[in-house]
């Protein structure tokens, strides 16, 4: 073997090692340096957990039922949860679903029931709500209303509903205040009305 043929030969075991190096933790970063994992004792993975050179958490962070199903995903950096979350039940079902940032809730929010229907919705920043966030029943009917400034203060009009869509109270917010009409209602009709004014009561 002449010495051109010698080193294209070791280019190439290189370029094998670099590759196989690459997909030594499949599915995570390339600077993962180790994966712990854990069993139950029925021999089936429990939990998984990589890290990087610093031994911090740092790529997707698995754990599983006993029945060997996915039961969460949570995605780290250097030992802080940042970018993804999925939660799962034990039947598969989709649970939840999140972005994250710096250890907080950052982004869109979902939840779900064991059938895949939605149970509630709304949008993090810095691990508050803001915006609209609207929960459900089981039926589907919406049985929660809610409304957040950009700062995760109470602002706009609250609402309550029973499962079968009736209206159950609406209360209004400003900056985190009590500030407007506050209604509860019986079988459609007002059983209490209370009026308030920078969190003071004026009105009953």
């Not at 190439?12 to 390339?30: D, H, I, R, T, Y």
């Not at 939605?118 to 915006?131: H, M, P, R, V, W």
């Not at 400034?149 to 509903?161: A, L, M, Q, R």
């Amino acid at each position: 073997m002449n010495k051109k043929v010698k080193i294209i030969s070791l280019i190439g075991l290189m370029s094998l090692f670099v590759a196989c190096s690459g997909e030594k933790f499949p599915g995570q970063p390339s600077d993962t340096v180790k994966v712990n994992q854990s069993q139950y004792q029925n021999g089936n993975l429990k939990e998984e957990i990589p890290y990087n050179s610093q031994s911090r958490i740092h790529g997707i962070k698995r754990t599983f039922f006993s029945n060997g199903q996915l039961q969460s995903e949570e995605e780290y950096k250097d030992g802080k949860k940042e970018g993804f979350i999925k939660q799962y039940f034990e039947n598969g079902q989709l649970q939840l679903e999140a972005q994250t940032k710096n250890n907080q809730y950052d982004g869109q929010f979902k939840s779900y029931y064991d059938d895949g229907k939605i149970e509630a919705e709304g949008t993090y920043k810095n691990g508050k709500f803001i915006g609209a966030y609207k929960a459900y029943a089981s039926n589907g009917n919406i049985i929660s209303e809610q409304n957040y400034n950009k700062d995760g203060k109470k602002d706009g009009i609250f609402k309550e509903y029973s499962p079968d869509g009736a209206l159950i109270s609406e209360e209004e917010y400003k900056n985190d205040l009590k500030n407007g009409i506050f209604r509860t209602y019986r079988n459609g009709a007002i059983v209490n009305e209370q009026k308030f004014e920078n969190g003071r009561l004026i009105q009953k």
